[in-house]
C-alpha cells in the first residue's frame, strides 16, 4: 500500500530532551516535508526536501532540523524540545512540487512538558 | 502572498442534505488544488485533486470544481451522510501547499 508512515504518533517528552519523529515513504517521492497543525493558526510548513541532500526551510523553521539522506526518508529532529513545540506534526510527500497531489502521514501528536 | 480562506468554518446539516464547502485564495498562478479530510486528531486524507487546466474533478458523491479567475473552489457533496462529519481542508499548490482553515462539517442523523 502506497503511503507515508510516521513514528511515534504519541510523544511525551520533557524540555531539551532532543527527539527524532520518522517519516518514510514508499512511492519513490522526490519531495518530502513536514508541517505542523495548532488550533487557529492551522497547517504550517516547517522543513521541505527537493530531493536527497537537498532541504530547505519554510515558514517556521526555528527549533526544527532535517535530513535527506535517502529518497524514501525525512526525519524531524528537535535538538532541544520546548513548550511551544506541542502540536499535531504531518509529514506530506509528493513526486514533485507542483503537479501532483500531496500523501499526508497519520501525525504524531507531540507534547513537549 | 497566497492566502487561502475557507467559508463557512463550521457547518451542520441534517442527513440527506447536498452541500457546498467553499474555498478562495487570492493569488490564481496556482498548479492545483487540493481538498483534503481530516477526522479528529487523524491524518490528512485527499479527496480530489485539481489540476489548473481543469474545471472539476468528481469521486463518488464528491464534486469539485475549480475557476482560476475568480480564485474559488467548491466541494459539492450529494447526499451527505453522518460519515461524512469532519474537517474539510483545501489547498492550494503554486511552489508550495498553502491550506485553508478548514470547513468542520456535522452531519446529524
Known amino acids: 500500500e502506497a503511503q507515508v508512515t510516521q513514528n511515534p504518533r504519541y510523544l511525551i517528552t520533557v524540555t531539551g530532551k532532543k527527539l527524532t519523529v520518522t517519516c518514510s515513504q514508499n512511492?519513490?517521492?522526490?519531495?518530502m516535508s513536514w508541517y505542523r497543525q495548532d488550533p487557529g493558526l492551522g497547517l504550517r510548513q516547517i522543513y521541505y526536501?527537493?530531493?536527497?541532500?537537498?532541504?530547505d526551510k519554510g515558514d517556521v523553521p526555528e527549533g526544527y532540523k532535517v535530513s535527506r539522506k535517502e529518497k524514501r526518508n525525512f526525519p524531524l529532529i528537535l535538538e532541544s524540545p520546548s513548550p511551544n513545540q506541542t502540536s499535531l506534526y504531518f509529514c506530506?510527500?509528493?513526486?514533485?512540487?507542483?503537479?501532483?497531489?500531496?500523501?499526508f502521514g497519520s501525525g504524531t501528536r507531540l507534547t513537549v512538558v | 502572498k497566497q492566502e487561502v480562506t475557507q467559508i463557512p468554518a463550521a457547518l451542520s446539516v441534517p442527513e440527506g442534505e447536498n452541500l457546498v464547502l467553499n474555498c478562495s485564495f487570492t493569488?490564481?498562478?496556482?498548479?492545483?488544488l487540493q481538498w483534503f479530510r481530516q477526522d479528529p486528531g487523524k491524518g490528512l486524507t485527499s479527496l480530489l485533486l485539481?489540476?489548473?487546466?481543469?474545471r472539476e474533478q468528481t469521486s463518488g458523491r464528491l464534486n469539485a470544481s475549480l475557476d482560476k479567475s475568480s480564485g474559488r473552489s467548491t466541494l459539492y457533496i450529494a447526499a451527505s451522510q453522518p460519515g461524512d462529519s469532519a474537517t474539510y481542508l483545501c489547498?492550494?499548490?503554486?511552489?508550495?501547499?498553502?491550506f485553508g482553515q478548514g470547513t468542520e462539517l456535522s452531519v446529524k442523523p
Open positions: 506530506a510527500s509528493s513526486f514533485n512540487t507542483n503537479n501532483y497531489g500531496y500523501t
Open positions: 512511492m519513490n517521492h522526490e519531495y
Open positions: 526536501s527537493m530531493n536527497v541532500e537537498v532541504t
Open positions: 493569488d490564481s498562478a496556482i498548479y492545483n
Open positions: 485539481i489540476q489548473s487546466s481543469q
Open positions: 489547498a492550494a499548490l503554486g511552489g508550495k501547499l498553502i
